[in-house]
């Protein structure tokens, strides 16, 4: 199936805004949203996300926009790795409200997946089972700068969070953090259809997001030359607000009217 529009993931840490719409100030979409009862979660009522032109949908067809939480680097003795636990992701989504949490897989730093893949794997998977139990939205992360390095290691990681995780709607995949100054056509695009293909191999419809160069800032390289062939593919911009201004929101409106929407 060939892709037919752009679908931009913005990232925003701290409180980690996942939004997945175009970038019109006048769309309001969480006026639109029905309201949530103690006893509905976000995953029943919005069900599993597709890409539909620009924008990612609900099971509904409804644009839908997401907040929550991004963890810290996964690896062994960085600090972050005592918070992976059930009871954080609880406290999360009933203290903050959080929507979506993201569980960042340290790969090649030390004390990473590529030092200690047990330790780092259950760590993730500790996260990815709790937002499913508490019915709120999880990014499977591989929270690396040099993924094109190891593509077939990444490939064996989704491999097995596709065959653990593929039929929970909750459960979105990112490919690839931040790349650093690399080519998007010629590096980047290969190593994401790798991996989107073996996923795709289990999991046919799950939502994949795929990082652009330049941390992830370089949207519109991969508007020029999308990936084709997927079908529910989204791409990566990281906005950080103390360096990033109009330029990059000028490019990210940009890739959205690009014209393959």
């Given at each position: 199936?060939?892709?037919?529009?752009?679908?931009?993931?913005?990232?925003?840490?701290?409180?980690?805004?996942?939004?997945?719409?175009?970038?019109?100030?006048?769309?309001?979409?969480?006026?639109?949203?029905?309201?949530?009862?103690?006893?509905?979660?976000?995953?029943?009522?919005?069900?599993?996300?597709?890409?539909?032109?620009?924008?990612?949908?609900?099971?509904?067809?409804?644009?839908?926009?997401?907040?929550?939480?991004?963890?810290?680097?996964?690896?062994?003795?960085?600090?972050?790795?005592?918070?992976?636990?059930?009871?954080?992701?609880s406290w999360l989504k009933d203290d903050w409200k959080t929507t979506i949490v993201r569980a960042a897989m340290g790969v090649e730093d030390p004390g990473g997946y590529l030092e200690n893949k047990t330790a780092n794997k259950n760590r993730v998977k500790t996260i990815?089972?709790?937002?499913?139990?508490?019915?709120?939205?999880?990014?499977?992360?591989?929270?690396?700068?040099?993924?094109?390095?190891?593509?077939?290691?990444?490939?064996?990681?989704?491999?097995?969070?596709?065959?653990?995780?593929?039929?929970?709607?909750?459960?979105?995949?990112?490919?690839?953090?931040?790349?650093?100054?690399?080519?998007?056509?010629?590096?980047?695009?290969?190593?994401?259809?790798?991996?989107?293909?073996?996923?795709?191999?289990?999991?046919?419809?799950?939502?994949?997001?795929?990082?652009?160069?330049?941390?992830?800032?370089?949207?519109?390289?991969?508007?020029?030359?999308?990936?084709?062939?997927?079908?529910?593919?989204?791409?990566?911009?990281?906005?950080?607000?103390?360096?990033?201004?109009?330029?990059?929101?000028?490019?990210?409106?940009?890739?959205?009217?690009?014209?393959?929407?």
């Open positions: 199936m060939k892709i037919t529009g752009l679908h931009i993931l913005f990232l925003f840490f701290i409180l980690t805004c996942f939004t997945f719409h175009s970038c019109d100030k006048n769309n309001n979409i969480s006026d639109n949203l029905p309201l949530q009862s103690e006893d509905t979660t976000v995953v029943q009522i919005h069900g599993l996300l597709q890409q539909n032109g620009n924008k990612i949908v609900d099971k509904n067809n409804e644009p839908v926009s997401f907040a929550g939480n991004s963890f810290f680097w996964s690896n062994d003795n960085w600090g972050g790795e005592r918070y992976y636990n059930p009871e954080v992701v990815v089972d709790a937002a499913i139990d508490k019915g709120i939205y999880v990014i499977i992360d591989w929270h690396s700068h040099h993924a094109e390095d190891n593509t077939n290691e990444a490939a064996l990681f989704f491999e097995e969070m596709a065959n653990l995780y593929g039929e929970y709607d909750n459960v979105i995949y990112e490919i690839y953090n931040e790349p650093l100054d690399i080519s998007w056509s010629t590096t980047l695009k290969p190593y994401a259809i790798s991996i989107i293909a073996t996923i795709r191999s289990i999991d046919p419809d799950n939502l994949i997001v795929v990082g652009t160069p330049e941390w992830s800032q370089r949207v519109d390289l991969a508007a020029a030359d999308p990936i084709t062939g997927y079908s529910n593919i989204a791409y990566t911009l990281h906005f950080y607000t103390v360096y990033h201004q109009q330029w990059l929101r000028d490019r990210a409106s940009a890739a959205l009217e690009s014209g393959i929407a």
